[in-house]
């Protein structure tokens, strides 16, 4: 394949154009309009034409099922990516890219991506590789999920550094485009390359304008603090809430034609037949009840953050990082406009036709609700603490050289493991080492957040080490992501790891996740010593194929080899990660130093590894089963 200096791909950039910013659902009765059918014609045409021009290892890294967890997978930071990058590609292929793109796209759209992008270069310059991230205007990753079709469901997604967009069609016809993210840095160049270019400065202008124009009242209603936020509050798995405002109708006309010309900005992105069509949709929806949200400076150059919030849409305008020169923003689309990736116009679509799988995530509110609430931490035995929520584990174990924590849960927990370390009155700081039985957003989307708070050195095994990195859930199962984290350390199987006299072994148990791991150590407790064992994972989720998974071919051995091991070891308490049915009816023992150990059972661990190899053996035998029946 050809490769490109950094002045050709800019070249490449400035010819590519990408899907706006803004929700554009077609609805049911519109996706029938002639201008709006050809639209999409137009989409999947162009679609198909760049598909067709990919080497067969290209197409294996561009092209996913509509059903991969990968589709759902966005982020806006420097990070590893899956997809085909766009300096990668051949001139021919760069020219097919471009049409692919220009028919979601106006010349507003293309000129605000294109400048996104070749911010890069200037960061490169700048820099002068002393950055944390290697700078590459190319490094824009193209992925395209399902087969381009004017009847059936597909989409696509264009991503790298300040850039997310996401773009469904379901049936072929009715598109999603969110959530789609523009983000500049920095949002104005002073000199040099690409000197006096100003990006996203209109949107920050409008807002400065609206806000201006408030009297003393609406002002006090639109300001909802006085400092900004450190960022978009809808990052990545964010619920999309509500804040306060000041609602359109209490504005006079001139104000409220602030505010559409500030929604028009999104709006003219977009090809000229969607974005008429999202204008109508706001109209009808109750454009009365759009809210307009303010939060830090009232003049530039400051750290400030606004928002607009309607029936069907969310967008945010975060400017507050390296002293107000680097901007975040955000579109998405709530359930009346389809929803993030299309997913509640997919669900609706499925219940009428049932005849076809349903391409919706797992529901996960109970791990993200009741599991991660929060309960009183305790010493289990030794210097084993237990600081996590009501059923996902998060274990300190305490030494005079400092701390080390397994897991950190969901992103809801953060408060609740660090606030639980501190009622034992150890002091956060004083975490030196994190690690992960496994890398499932239910056990590791804190590490970032304690990370940051601790300084903790994050280690983990390899094959998870990557999945933290790259904030992206990797295992057989695939499910939500979390907020990317650097591995300080990556293990191998067999590895040690020692702080302040207490020593952890890491037992690699693949099956559950590529890079799943047993925790071993031994601690003391008045005239007793414990063998302990911190069990996170043995099989593949529920759901999951086991023979033939294209993605883990060995799957089947490695879970079985992983039982294998797990029968040598002998613990004499085990520690799970969904701890509530281990810890019922024993934590008042525990705390009460009852003799034996209310959690000393030997014979409980060997009957569990019993049970799960059966119970997976007999989800096998049922898969081939059913591959001879078909």
Request: hydrophobic share 40%; charged share 25%.
């Amino acid at each position: 394949m050809p490769t490109m200096g950094c002045e050709g791909r800019l070249q490449m950039v400035t010819k590519l154009s990408v899907a706006g910013l803004v929700c554009c659902m077609i609805a049911p009765a519109a996706a029938s309009e002639p201008k709006e059918a050809a639209l999409a014609a137009d989409m999947a045409e162009a679609a198909r034409r760049f598909v067709s021009s990919l080497t067969p290892e290209q197409r294996q890294r561009a092209i996913f099922s509509l059903a991969d967890d990968e589709r759902l997978n966005w982020h806006y930071i420097p990070r590893k990516r899956r997809g085909i990058a766009l300096g990668e590609l051949s001139r021919a292929q760069q020219s097919l890219a471009h049409g692919f793109l220009a028919t979601a796209l106006s010349r507003r759209g293309l000129l605000k991506a294109s400048s996104i992008m070749a911010l890069e270069e200037v960061l490169r310059r700048r820099e002068h590789g002393r950055g944390a991230f290697t700078r590459d205007a190319g490094a824009y990753y193209l992925s395209v999920f399902g087969e381009p079709s004017t009847s059936s469901s597909w989409g696509w997604r264009l991503e790298g550094h300040h850039l997310s967009l996401n773009l469904t069609l379901v049936d072929g016809k009715r598109a999603v485009s969110a959530p789609a993210f523009f983000g500049a840095a920095p949002t104005a160049v002073g000199g040099g390359f690409l000197a006096q270019t100003r990006v996203l400065g209109r949107e920050e202008d409008l807002g400065f304008r609206l806000l201006g124009s408030l009297d003393a009242e609406q002002r006090r209603q639109a300001v909802y603090r006085a400092s900004a936020p450190e960022d978009i509050l809808t990052t990545p798995g964010a619920v999309l809430g509500e804040l306060p405002g000041l609602s359109v109708a209490q504005l006079a006309p001139a104000q409220r034609q602030l505010l559409v010309e500030l929604l028009d900005e999104s709006l003219d992105n977009l090809p000229r037949e969607l974005a008429e069509r999202e204008r109508a949709r706001l109209e009808s929806s109750g454009f009365e009840t759009i809210v307009f949200t303010w939060a830090g400076a009232n003049t530039p150059g400051q750290p400030h953050y606004f928002r607009v919030s309607g029936p069907t849409f969310l967008y945010e305008y975060d400017n507050t990082q390296e002293n107000a020169t680097h901007v975040h923003t955000v579109w998405h689309a709530r359930a009346g406009a389809g929803g993030d990736f299309g997913e509640d116009l997919l669900r609706e679509h499925y219940r009428q036709y049932p005849h076809q799988h349903v391409v919706a995530r797992a529901d996960n509110s109970d791990l993200h609700g009741p599991a991660s609430a929060a309960v009183e931490p305790f010493r289990i035995v030794g210097n084993i603490y237990y600081v996590g929520a009501r059923n996902i584990a998060s274990y300190l174990i305490t030494t005079p050289g400092g701390h080390i924590l397994i897991d950190t849960g969901t992103k809801e927990m953060e408060p609740v493991v660090s606030g639980n370390i501190q009622k034992l009155r150890f002091k956060l700081r004083d975490v030196k080492i994190l690690l992960s039985s496994h890398a499932h957003f239910d056990h590791v989307q804190g590490h970032a957040a304690i990370k940051r708070l601790t300084g903790a050195k994050v280690m983990a095994m390899r094959g998870d080490a990557d999945a933290l990195v790259a904030g992206v859930d990797r295992s057989p199962l695939g499910d939500e992501g979390w907020e990317p984290v650097a591995v300080d350390r990556v293990l191998k199987d067999g590895d040690t790891v020692t702080l302040g006299g207490t020593t952890l072994q890491a037992i690699w148990a693949p099956g559950h996740t590529p890079g799943c791991t047993v925790w071993t150590t031994r601690v003391r407790e008045r005239d007793n010593t414990y063998a302990v064992a911190f069990y996170g994972c043995m099989r593949p989720n529920d759901g999951v194929r086991l023979i033939g998974n294209a993605k883990f071919p060995n799957l089947v051995e490695q879970t079985l080899q992983t039982f294998r091991r797990m029968k040598d070891l002998k613990p004499d308490i085990y520690l799970t990660m969904h701890p509530e049915e281990l810890f019922s009816g024993k934590v008042e023992r525990i705390k009460a130093g009852v003799l034996p150990h209310p959690l000393y059972d030997p014979k409980g661990w060997t009957k569990m590894i019993s049970e799960a190899e059966a119970d997976f053996l007999e989800r096998v035998q049922r898969e081939k089963t059913a591959s001879r029946a078909h």
